[in-house]
């Protein structure tokens, strides 16, 4: 099968690749620059996803897009960025889909996109209607749901499938994504602990639901792939452990929700940070309880790693690399 991928030197996009080189895919992925470090058998097309007439006349006879490229920030400073990236690149690059006569298309968007549950013991699914307060609040999340929303609109003409990730860890990860939570347990020796709940689940997992999804995939049809519901505490104990760390850990109840979510767009700012942000500390207070049911009944897809495991594959990753 010949493939094309954005987002290719990423977190997911790179295991991805990797993946679909083991089973035989010709492979070619959009870069930004000439010398990306990606396998040798991968063709390259250097172009800017912004940028339409940078990749458009690389048309090969593609038979599926994997659609992985964006930008990672909450940080509302960056919200046309995150919107022309995300959101407008997103929808041109379907029309240039549509051009090339693509047959299948998987765009990989994000569990955040789902929202949260009202409590602990309640699960949320793809039938939760988009929530206007967070997608105001996020302009991460406003941007994906714009995209998703495009995918949809389009699905009826074109073969378009959506999957949502969680939280992903895994090795890989170069630019410290879930590393940030990781290198945090490692570095502090006392640790407030949020009382919400995250949903995490490991790249190659990720990886496996991605190509599911092309195979198996109903076109306007949106799929959670999300491991573990977990409580930070359970998160940050299980961390600790693979670490062989033992921070002295704090419970936040939710009346430090408030004052915490304020200073973190001080701290943020002073940090340089686009990831500590309020919406993110007001998220550690949330209940993100996915269900997997869809992605498992219809893609047959089920979570190999534990969340041990792949803190595990991570932290080794890191060390091994310097990163932490």
Not at 95 to 100: D, L, N, T
Not at 105 to 116: E, K, L, Q, W
Not at 274 to 279: A, E, N
Request: hydrophobic share 40%.
């Amino acid at each position: 099968m010949n493939v094309f991928v954005t987002g290719a030197t990423g977190f997911i996009g790179r295991r991805l690749v990797d993946k679909l080189i083991k089973k035989g895919y010709q492979v070619t992925a959009l870069v930004r620059r000439k010398d990306p470090d990606l396998p040798s058998r991968v063709n390259i097309v250097e172009g800017d996803i912004l940028n339409i007439n940078s990749y458009m006349s690389s048309q090969s006879n593609y038979d599926c897009l994997f659609h992985l490229a964006a930008y990672i920030s909450f940080d509302p400073k960056d919200k046309d960025k995150i919107m022309h990236i995300n959101g407008d690149a997103t929808v041109n690059l379907l029309y240039v889909a549509k051009k090339w006569g693509i047959k299948k298309i998987v765009f990989v968007s994000s569990a955040s996109t789902i929202g949260f549950s009202d409590s602990k013991e309640v699960l949320i699914d793809e039938t939760a209607s988009y929530n206007t307060k967070l997608i105001n609040n996020s302009p991460y999340m406003a941007s994906k749901v714009f995209a998703e929303k495009a995918a949809i609109n389009l699905s009826n003409k074109q073969h378009i499938v959506i999957v949502n990730p969680s939280t992903v860890y895994g090795p890989d990860d170069w630019t410290l994504n879930s590393g940030t939570l990781i290198k945090k347990v490692y570095e502090s020796k006392i640790l407030p602990v949020p009382s919400g709940i995250a949903n995490v689940v490991d790249v190659d997992d990720v990886v496996d639901g991605i190509i599911a999804a092309s195979l198996k995939g109903r076109t306007g049809e949106r799929y959670i792939l999300g491991g573990y519901n977990l409580t930070f505490k359970e998160i940050f104990s299980q961390v600790s452990n693979v670490l062989n760390k033992q921070p002295l850990m704090i419970p936040m109840m939710p009346l430090f929700r408030f004052p915490l979510s304020m200073s973190a767009g001080l701290i943020g700012k002073l940090l340089n940070s686009r990831i500590i942000t309020p919406q993110v500390i007001n998220n550690m207070f949330s209940y993100r309880n996915l269900s997997n049911k869809k992605a498992r009944n219809e893609l047959g897809w089920t979570p190999k790693y534990s969340f041990k495991d792949s803190v595990k594959r991570a932290w080794k990753f890191y060390r091994d690399n310097k990163l932490i």
